[in-house]
């Protein structure tokens, strides 16, 4: 158990980090990692966002060698999850895509696509949001609500924009 401890980094730390580091947990630990890195979805997810969120590259030989190794190292393990072409290519649109979704409708996304063992395609993500587009036209219609705030403005507030009027 100690030497997965010392082998792990980044996420993979974090998600055994409270286990004791005893050999009756190495089974536990294993079974944790193993659960989550044999999702398609979440370990493709990582390494995209480890490409995408790369540190920019400055003419230093730190910054080059920084940009090869993070960029390098999720190329690698993009690879060795033997996803085919299409597959990483529609996945990767579909990620960059679910980046500009909120927080509340990327957990939607997420748990929509949750139950399948493949990446996601971009139709998958539209069907997702033009479903949703009909939920909430629905749900804006029965409730009243047009989509806008409402501005505040002293008229608002109960204040006069009588001139003459002197409070």
């Keep these: 158990m100690c030497m997965l401890k010392a082998k792990v980094r980044g996420e993979a730390r974090r998600k055994i980090s409270k286990l004791p580091a005893t050999e009756e947990y190495l089974e536990t630990a294993w079974s944790i990692l193993k659960e989550h890195y044999s999702n398609k979805i979440a370990t493709t997810s990582i390494y995209l966002r480890s490409i995408l969120d790369a540190p920019n590259v400055y003419y230093n030989s730190q910054s080059v060698k920084k940009f090869v190794y993070t960029v390098g190292e999720s190329l690698q393990a993009l690879e060795a999850t033997r996803i ?57 219609q029965f409730s009243g609500y047009n989509g806008k705030q409402n501005s505040v403005g002293p008229c608002s507030r109960g204040v006069s924009q009588d001139r003459n009027h002197k409070m």
């Design 84 to 140: 085919d072409t299409e597959e990483m290519y529609q996945g990767f649109v579909c990620y960059l895509l679910q980046r500009k979704l909120d927080e509340q409708l990327r957990i939607q996304f997420e748990q929509s696509v949750g139950a399948q063992k493949k990446l996601p395609k971009v139709d998958d993500l539209m069907k997702f949001l033009k479903q949703m587009q009909f939920s909430l036209e629905a749900s804006q």
